[in-house]
């Protein structure tokens, strides 16, 4: 007796066949994949290859096409591998059983790819790649919501007209770079246990991953380089040496400036970490107004400024709040 995931696989690609659309049938098996739970694939790949119809055929190869093996130079965990590889082999032998439009599945070309804000304070950041089949058909991007407080961990996805781009406001980016971001974001989520993220994430993942594979020249860590494209540092004594302690607090995470982020550099961490000369201290307030210009020139970051600053020198001056690090610098110091 067939299972009711079986069942509705069958009629929805008896639908699809119709459509001659790789793209939609792309979205459905990343849809389905999702649906799966891991008990439940050799089985219902299984019924799939005993039933050998034209809409069976269509599913394994459609689920092979949003779960590719990984090459051998990717980085991917063991188990993502070996699930990805028994769709795989499912499906072996029967994209020339279908239509020519099937084959296109997976096959596709980056265009371009672009990086920046999805909010005014960066809080979350979108990663972005745009795609067209072999035959350049279906245009389409994918988008990628990648959250800042909590490390970087992806958040939501969807795939979408290349004109949803217009209203973004993304800066150009090496495809390379965006794509390891993209692996690296949801690689990071799926580590960490009960991450809220959209159901669209969860929809979306196996095409994510399917599409960032395909770009060429994949960067995994990539760092990013915001910081040093700013060039309007103020010309005070310490102020490099301020703007050296603002990258190290920033990180790899520079897009995000928040008035909560503001604050907790200025209140909490420079006090708790930081050794800083007099001039540092007193050309801070300077070098975080000027790379609050740069990050946005928010109001509401720049308020946080001026309520917090003044309190830096007091701040800096008392040493409860030092941490073992910086206890241990002071005391070396002193030596």
Request: include cysteine.
């Amino acid at each position: 007796m067939s299972t009711s995931a079986f069942t509705t696989a069958i009629t929805q690609a008896h639908d699809l066949l119709r459509w001659h659309s790789p793209l939609r049938t792309e979205l459905w098996a990343a849809r389905l994949t999702a649906s799966l739970e891991q008990d439940q694939v050799a089985a219902f790949l299984r019924e799939l290859a005993e039933d050998g119809g034209t809409e069976a055929r269509l599913t394994l190869v459609a689920l092979a096409a949003v779960n590719p093996s990984p090459s051998p130079g990717d980085e991917a965990p063991s188990a993502e591998a070996d699930e990805s590889g028994v769709y795989t082999r499912a499906a072996e032998g029967l994209v020339d059983t279908l239509s020519p439009w099937a084959s296109r599945m997976g096959r596709v070309t980056c265009e371009g790819a672009w990086y920046g804000k999805a909010d005014p304070y960066g809080e979350q950041t979108l990663a972005v790649l745009s795609f067209r089949y072999e035959n350049g058909k279906e245009p389409h991007i994918l988008v990628v919501g990648i959250d800042q407080p909590n490390g970087g961990l992806a958040v939501d996805a969807v795939v979408e007209e290349p004109k949803f781009l217009d209203d973004l406001g993304l800066d150009a980016a090496d495809p390379g770079v965006v794509g390891g971001r993209i692996l690296d974001a949801i690689e990071l989520g799926d580590r960490i246990m009960g991450a809220a993220v959209a159901v669209t994430l969860t929809e979306v993942r196996p095409l994510a991953i399917a599409r960032a594979r395909t770009v060429p020249g994949v960067v995994r860590g990539a760092g990013d380089d915001t910081a040093s494209r700013f060039d309007d540092l103020p010309d005070l004594p310490g102020a490099r040496e301020a703007f050296e302690k603002l990258v190290e607090f920033i990180g790899d995470r520079p897009l995000w400036w928040s008035p909560s982020r503001v604050s907790q550099f200025l209140t909490s961490w420079l006090p708790r970490e930081a050794i800083l000369s007099d001039e540092a201290i007193a050309a801070m307030p300077e070098v975080v107004r000027a790379w609050s210009h740069f990050s946005g020139d928010q109001p509401a970051v720049l308020r946080q400024i001026d309520e917090d600053a003044p309190r830096l020198p007091a701040l800096m001056a008392d040493d409860s709040p030092a941490g073992l690090a910086k206890r241990i610098a002071q005391s070396r110091r002193r030596l």
